[in-house]
């Protein structure tokens, strides 16, 4: 059965530093766009960033893409089957479960969450408090 695991998040103190892992089982992530997502209780998932297939970042156009921007990058390593997030200079407003997922391209927004991303983790937490 595919799955998509996220690992490495936790308790970081404001400025610190987090690098999220996001791996599957069941299917490779080589052919696909995988995103990462954020969720704070009582709101919707926002997208933070996504890679193509290709190895190319992008990032959406909502809300926290500037409050993301020259913090967080996203990469990829194929041979290892696994998408990154690199967090940098973390701050409260960062806290949230993270979540990846797979899409068949990157998006600049989200329309319709259930139809273009279809694998999901079952989320990290990460928590940036001093």
């Known amino acids: 059965q595919p799955q998509l695991m996220e690992s490495g998040g936790g308790s970081v103190q404001p400025g610190g530093s987090l690098r999220l892992s996001c791996s599957s089982s069941?299917?490779?992530?080589?052919?696909?766009?995988v995103a990462w997502f954020r969720q704070v209780p009582g709101k919707e998932r926002e997208g933070v960033l996504c890679i193509t297939s290709r190895g190319n970042g992008t990032a959406y156009a909502n809300s926290i893409a500037d409050s993301v921007k020259g913090r967080f990058t996203i990469s990829r390593d194929n041979n290892k089957n696994a998408v990154y997030l690199q967090m940098n200079s973390l701050k409260p407003d960062d806290t949230a479960v993270y979540y990846c997922?797979?899409?068949?391209?990157?998006?600049?927004?989200?329309?319709?969450?259930?139809?273009?991303?279809?694998?999901w983790g079952q989320g990290t937490q990460v928590t940036v408090s001093a």
């Open positions: 069941g299917f490779t992530l080589d052919d696909y766009a």
């Open positions: 997922a797979t899409s068949s391209k990157c998006r600049q927004t989200v329309r319709d969450i259930d139809y273009e991303y279809f694998y």
